[in-house]
């Protein structure tokens, strides 16, 4: 007869290092979003929506603000007239870029409002 050896060694990990186990597989598991994470990520969606169209029309605004400094400055006199008229363009510019933020933060609000409130409304039950 045929004898099994019954003498296997088997180690456990304690508590600490299980914890440490789970944290090092979760970073190689495909990730999971949950419905606050999806909520968040909307809600953050429409403030960097917001925030990067007033930076490129302000941006734009100071870089012609320049160009016509320039102009006055620097460049021939046949330059002085329509340094003034592109440095006063880009004023408006550069003060147009508040408005638009908020122009486009309560568009962006107003499309993604009614997912928004979906899911708000399972989050709270």
Not at 27 to 51: F, H, I, Q, S
Not at 76 to 96: H, R
Request: glycine share 6%; charged share 25%; aromatic share 8%.
């Amino acid at each position: 007869m045929e004898q099994k050896d019954n003498n296997t060694f088997r180690y456990t990990y304690s508590a600490r290092e299980q914890e440490e186990l789970k944290r090092i597989r979760r970073n190689y598991l495909p990730p999971e979003e949950n419905k606050m994470d999806y909520l968040r990520r909307l809600d953050a969606g429409v403030y960097r929506k917001a925030t990067t169209v007033s930076l490129v029309v302000g941006i734009l605004g100071a870089l012609l603000l320049g160009i016509g400094m320039c102009g006055v400055m620097v460049f021939s006199p046949a330059w002085f007239i329509p340094g003034i008229i592109i440095g006063i363009v880009s004023i408006v510019l550069v003060a147009v870029a508040y408005p638009v933020y908020q122009h486009v933060l309560q568009k962006e609000r107003k499309k993604i409002a009614p997912e928004v409130l979906r899911l708000t409304e399972e989050l709270m039950k």
